[in-house]
């Protein structure tokens, strides 16, 4: 019997490293598999490297990012995804005002580099308690600094072009875990209950 595969999907700026906890835990009983999503600029053409390397059947976690281009695999090819996590992430199409939003920290990407992106966005995604644990702080900058300029931009191209998933969850029958922490401001408990709401309904 073959083992189950288990696709881990990054969030914006992120690598293999957000994910080498859970990698060490669960590689025991599946096959896990990262992928890299610099070099994309679009969702779709994510999820489509995905299913161009995946088996005919394979599970999918997505965090933020990685939780849209999870939903886009499920959009693309629901016969092969036997379970599903959607962490920290949303389905909602662009918001009001989300694009100029992004452009400010493409402009200081273009403008400033990496280290001045990464300055500005990390702290607001991190609870207040660990804003200033300094070995924390570090080893996320260094996987975000791994991002270049021209891939970040690549990402926020996706992100902001991104289809309105939120059609796609009422056709979810698969195994689903949606996670979010209470104190997520991004992703709130509250989005991931609606989600949950269109997906069991």
């Not at 999820?47 to 693309?76: C, K, T, Y």
């Not at 990407?109 to 300055?119: H, I, K, Y």
């Not at 300094?134 to 975000?144: E, P, S």
């Amino acid at each position: 019997m073959q083992p189950l595969t288990l696709f881990l999907l990054p969030g914006l700026m992120c690598d293999a490293d957000v994910w080498k906890h859970q990698q060490a835990h669960l590689s025991a009983s599946a096959r896990i598999v990262i992928p890299d999503f610099r070099g994309f600029d679009s969702l779709t053409t994510m999820a489509e490297s995905i299913l161009q390397a995946a088996p005919d059947r394979f599970a999918v976690a997505g965090h933020s990012m990685g939780g849209r281009v999870a939903l886009e695999l499920w959009n693309l090819a629901p016969a092969r995804v036997s379970k599903l996590a959607l962490l920290e992430t949303g389905a909602d199409p662009l918001a009001a005002g989300e694009t100029a939003r992004r452009q400010v920290l493409i402009d200081l990407a273009l403008t400033s580099g990496m280290q001045a992106v990464t300055e500005t966005w990390l702290p607001p995604m991190l609870h207040p308690d660990h804003r200033h644990d300094q070995r924390l702080m570090q080893a996320i900058t260094t996987m975000l600094m791994r991002t270049s300029v021209g891939d970040f931009v690549k990402q926020m191209h996706a992100l902001i072009h991104r289809p309105d998933a939120t059609a796609y969850l009422k056709h979810i029958r698969c195994q689903t875990l949606l996670l979010a922490g209470r104190h997520d401001n991004l992703y709130p408990v509250a989005q991931h209950e609606q989600m949950l709401a269109e997906i069991t309904s």
